[in-house]
DNA sequence: GTCTATAAGTCGATAGAC
DNA sequence: GTCTATCGACTTATAGAC
């Protein structure tokens, strides 16, 4: 029963991030929903408790994932340059893994409302926080030119925030090529 | 008369773009932007058709200008490698000028109704279809190693995409370092 | 757990007074 | 060119029958 529920749940869940991802949280309705669960607006209620709450469900873990992700790797005995490889690596693998979720991100989490808003953005802003002081260690300890920081980390966090687009079209490629592709592209360009 | 009205509907056109650059398009309703004008809503349209007139004033003005852009570019007696850092300079530039114009681009081109849609998503295409293009043209050349082209000019398209965003975050950056340091950064290091 | 019905509010846009 | 008033459609969400 409860393991039915779940699943029910999670299916409206996957098909509401799907709606958001092609049209954006404001103009997808809870009734587009319901339509594309074969169902009326009012029988969600029973899954869900609001279209906040969807949104929530998505923004909030994904944004603890990637933090969680940054801080292991920051925290790895590994060198800066490596560490910076494995951040790459791990977008990467995040975004595959739930490219509508992710399709959140760039731009939805402006819809957040109250306490999820600001742990949201504290989150988001830690992650950066942690980067760019990564991208500096690797300046200071010779493995990157001496560019400008705030550029090139705004660079590199572009694209990986701009790939749940590009994979949406060109699923069919392979993992690992693409970590690999996109850590030469973003990287090999600024070594030393 | 034409002429302080034509500078009246720019102000509600300016207003209406830096609403729907912070908010999006279907989130901002047409009282937010007469609310921003100290004007009731049904002012509002003594200068402007409708809220969609919005949106399309800026989108395919912007499309056909990045088009036109790339085209003169593209047949200037310039070397592959000099045209892309042509390209990246010329975004650099209209992103500036026009940030929360610009900014509507990634995603709010979704919201655009009936021949708009069809015509902004046709440019669009072209322009990236010019660029791949230029880019398979420069690795030809020798100017640039052979890497994955597809994912090369996504990355290479996101940061510029993405360049909007940083902007407004860092409006006291010269432009000429920040064409610089972008050039470098995304081209520099796939030069052979 | 799904339905019908509906509450209560907001949306884009128009009519018509001034 | 701005206002008040309003239309009709749509919004999220709830109540209660089955």
């Given at each position: ?79 800066s ?60 300890d010779g493995f ?49």
């Open positions: 029963m409860a393991k039915k529920d779940k699943s029910r749940r999670t299916e409206i869940l996957e098909k509401a991030a799907h709606l958001f991802h092609k049209r954006g949280y404001a103009a997808t309705s809870i009734r587009d929903i319901a339509r594309e669960m074969g169902m009326e607006s009012a029988s969600l209620y029973n899954h869900i408790k609001s279209k906040q709450e969807i949104l929530q469900a998505f923004l909030i873990p994904l944004a603890k994932q990637y933090t969680k992700s940054i801080h292991e790797i920051n925290t790895a005995p590994l060198t340059i490596q560490k910076l490889e494995r951040i790459i690596a791990s977008q990467v693998r995040i975004t595959i893994e739930n490219t509508d979720g992710v399709s959140l991100i760039p731009n939805e989490w402006v819809h957040l409302d109250g306490d999820a808003l600001s742990e949201f953005i504290e989150m988001r802003n830690e992650y950066e926080q942690v980067f760019k002081a990564i991208f500096k260690e690797a300046i200071n990157i030119r001496p560019v400008n920081i705030e550029i090139a980390s705004f660079s590199i966090l572009s694209t990986l925030r701009w790939l749940y687009s590009w994979y949406s079209k060109n699923k069919n490629i392979n993992t690992l090529e693409l970590e690999k592709e996109l850590v030469t592209n973003l990287i090999g360009g600024l070594k030393t």
